[in-house]
């Protein structure tokens, strides 16, 4: 009996302690919900006590009146639980008086007085919708946490400064690809003239330069060639194009010469197709009506070809080019240099160079039109090589898997573009890569110029050194001849 009178005191004391709780809980729910009548809590004492709950966007109850005010779902209380899903956290502190509730975001800030409320409409422009109870006056404030979006960057005005850089920019350096057009649609102009023995390998050299049949006996299929008597001057031009760029090229050979047993004066007929084509580059540019673009037939290089003796220059080719070396860019070449071993080149090429210092034979590149000390560095590096060793070939062998041009023999094959094996490469640079501009221009403004001034000379000239009155004015020397041939005819008649 004593126990189940125990038993039946503590159920009682237990379900009055249960009943107290559930009192004090539904105090504080209808303070809550606004229905707790309308005498209000006594306050306990004058501090507040703060409640701090997460709110979960996603367990909601969707009969709430806070969802039909404002379109959003009541947060349910999860006590103090983590919501990993949440993009805002927010606290809401509560009072003893339904005034003091205040729903703030992110950290908390002091209270301001509660006369100063007022009855705001909730801000919903920071993507959050105010969520509140009804009765109760809240106040929302944005959120500044760190899970807070960034706005978003505005995009300049038209017409705004996009720096200060905009404005100090010229354009100056636009010169550079208007000259690359212009020159792009007319085109350039490179004439070769080509000097030595038969059976040199001029033709085939030429060939392997320009990796194409531009010489006169790859095109012009003839007969079995015979040694003509005299020296003739024999030009062929072909139109070249590569990756959009256009090249008149005029490949001039001299068959015959130094092939006779009296090669005396033989440099003469070179020298007077050179003189010819500047006459009438010149007779072109004194014309009243002239055009607008002369063409230009001067010899821009004359390619001379030594024999690979191994020995020294020949009096015949100290005289050609110490003739010709005023007249026109020289550039020796050493031909069928596989026919000499590695010293025997080394000391040909030697040799050959100091019979130009003692001569006085300036070949191209002259020291003396160096323009400044970066020209003088680099064609230092060219006079070093001069003259070129090559090795001309138009057939391709396979060498490592690759097709390459060069020379097979017994021993292995020569290859052209090998520096290891012969100075092609650096030849072909020489002419086309690097200094084929500085080449038409040293033609241009020097070895024409000299002839020009001479020839403007021979014909007399003014006191005040202008140009003769043949040359300046010649419409009166017209009207003259003109009237001098009708005195013929008169006469005639």
Not at 330 to 335: Q, T, Y
Request: proline share 7%.
């Amino acid at each position: 009996m004593s126990h189940l009178t125990l038993h039946a005191a503590l159920k009682s004391v237990y379900y009055r302690e249960l009943g107290a709780s559930n009192n004090n809980n539904g105090s504080i729910s209808k303070t809550i919900m606004g229905g707790g009548g309308s005498k209000p809590p006594e306050p306990i004492s004058r501090g507040r006590t703060e409640l701090s709950i997460d709110i979960s966007s996603k367990q909601v109850d969707p009969t709430s009146p806070g969802s039909l005010r404002f379109g959003t779902k009541r947060p349910e209380v999860l006590g103090h639980s983590k919501t990993p899903e949440v993009g805002h956290k927010r606290e809401v502190t509560f009072a003893k008086t339904p005034q003091d509730v205040v729903i703030r975001g992110g950290a908390r800030t002091p209270e301001p007085p509660s006369h100063a409320r007022r009855s705001e409409p909730p801000n919903l422009g920071d993507g959050q919708a105010a969520r509140t109870t009804p009765g109760i006056r809240s106040e929302v404030k944005p959120s500044h946490s760190n899970m807070s979006t960034p706005p978003h960057p505005q995009p300049p005005a038209k017409g705004a400064s996009h720096g200060a850089g905009d404005f100090s920019y010229v354009g100056i350096d636009a010169i550079l690809e208007q000259m690359r057009r212009k020159a792009m649609k007319q085109g350039f102009e490179l004439n070769i003239m080509i000097v030595g023995q038969s059976g040199l390998g001029k033709s085939t050299l030429m060939n392997t330069l320009f990796k194409s049949k531009v010489s006169r006996k790859s095109v012009v299929s003839t007969p079995e060639e015979r040694i003509p008597k005299t020296i003739e001057i024999k030009s062929i031009s072909h139109d070249i194009e590569e990756k959009g760029v256009r090249m008149k090229l005029t490949v001039i050979d001299t068959p015959g010469f130094g092939d006779h047993i009296n090669n005396e004066n033989c440099w003469q007929p070179i020298m007077k197709f050179i003189n010819d084509q500047y006459e009438q580059y010149l007779q072109e540019e004194i014309n009243i009506n002239r055009k607008k673009r002369i063409p230009d037939s001067r010899v821009h290089c004359c390619m001379y070809f030594i024999p690979p003796t191994g020995h020294c220059l020949r009096p015949l080719d100290v005289e050609f080019m110490s003739r010709l070396s005023k007249v026109v860019n020289i550039v020796p070449v050493i031909a069928k240099a596989d026919t000499l071993t590695l010293e025997e080149r080394d000391f040909f090429k030697q040799t050959i160079r100091e019979g130009l210092r003692a001569n006085g034979i300036d070949v191209y590149p002259q020291e003396e039109f160096d323009e400044d000390s970066d020209d003088r560095m680099i064609n230092d590096k060219i006079r070093e090589m001069i003259p070129f060793a090559v090795v001309g070939s138009n057939q391709e062998y396979q060498v490592n898997g690759k097709r390459l041009l060069g020379r097979k023999t017994k021993w292995g094959t020569i290859e052209v573009e090998n520096i290891a094996h012969c100075e092609f490469a650096h030849l072909r640079d020489l002419l086309i890569r690097t200094h084929m501009q500085n080449i038409k221009d040293i033609t241009s403004s020097i070895h024409y110029e000299v002839y020009r001034v001479r020839r403007l000379n021979e014909t007399g000239a003014q006191p005040n050194g202008q140009p003769p009155n043949t040359l300046v004015n010649p419409q009166p020397q017209q009207a003259n001849g003109v009237a001098a041939q009708h005195q013929v005819l008169t006469h005639e008649m």
